[in-house]
């Protein structure tokens, strides 16, 4: 199998996991909803029937795609462009200078404090 194919078994696998958990979710809804109720009703046995035939057809598509599961995604790892270094860079250095310069204006009210 090629890695492109094994991508697309693991979107497959996922999309019929999903469907069969929420095939089973809704049978075990209408399976309450049947015990619940005091007599049977014709309309909930064909939908109970057809929920599980679903839920059988998403589990079987499940187990064909299964080798899916085996694809390790990787992170596409970018490097910086030259001037995305350099921008960094002198955000940084613009950073400190403006550090400093809060550090000195701090200073400056303190000694006139001091002086008053």
Do not use: C
């Not at 809804?29 to 679903?54: D, G, K, M, N, W």
């Not at 860079?89 to 204006?105: F, M, N, P, T, Y």
């Amino acid at each position: 199998m090629h890695k492109n194919d094994l991508s697309e078994y693991k979107r497959r696998y996922q999309a019929f996991r999903h469907h069969a958990w929420a095939g089973l979710g809704f049978l075990s809804v209408f399976l309450a909803i049947r015990l619940i109720l005091p007599e049977p009703s014709e309309i909930l046995t064909p939908i109970i029937v057809i929920l599980s035939i679903y839920v059988l057809i998403a589990l079987i598509f499940t187990y064909k795609y299964r080798s899916g599961l085996t694809t390790e995604e990787k992170p596409v790892i970018v490097q910086p462009s030259v001037e995305a270094e350099k921008a960094k860079i002198d955000a940084k250095v613009e950073k400190e200078h403006l550090k400093v310069k809060k550090k000195k204006a701090k200073s400056i009210v303190k000694k006139s404090k001091k002086k008053k």
